[in-house]
């Protein structure tokens, strides 16, 4: 288990394993704090398809199939996935910029990460 799944609820984590945890940090993001649906059958359009992709969809339909799940909200877990990943490409060697453009924030805020300690973020982004 990766320490970002750790982060995740119970129920989250589980399904890391299953569609990966890109996928469920876009399912949080789409309809965190919500019971969704999951179908038997899985149309092209579907909301799912939409938030998580197709291949991901169709795993968790499949292994899901006509559940009612509980999505949690995430959005400070989102936020710690997100820190972490900054650190980690920094130490990688990513410059500043690059860093700042691919997460959608200001240098700034991207040194204030990388300043900050790991799991105590107190700064939160003004503009999210």
């Given at each position: 288990m990766s320490v970002e799944t750790e982060l995740l609820p119970q129920s989250l984590a589980e399904l890391v394993d299953i569609i990966g945890l890109p996928a469920v940090?876009?399912?949080?993001?789409a309809f965190g704090g919500t019971d969704i649906?999951?179908?038997?059958?899985?149309?092209?359009?579907?909301?799912l398809v939409n938030a998580i992709g197709p291949e991901a969809a169709q795993t968790l339909c499949e292994y899901m199939a006509g559940e009612r799940f509980k999505v949690a909200r995430g959005k400070?877990?989102?936020?710690?996935v997100r820190n972490r990943a900054i650190r980690r490409e920094r130490q990688e060697g990513a410059k500043l910029s690059d860093l700042a453009l691919r997460f959608e924030l200001c240098d700034r805020q991207v040194l204030n990460i990388l300043n900050s300690e790991p799991g105590n973020d107190q700064q939160q982004?003004?503009?999210d």
């Open positions: 940090l876009k399912l949080m993001k649906w999951i179908p038997k059958r899985l149309s092209h359009n579907h909301e400070a877990i989102e936020i710690e982004d003004m503009f």
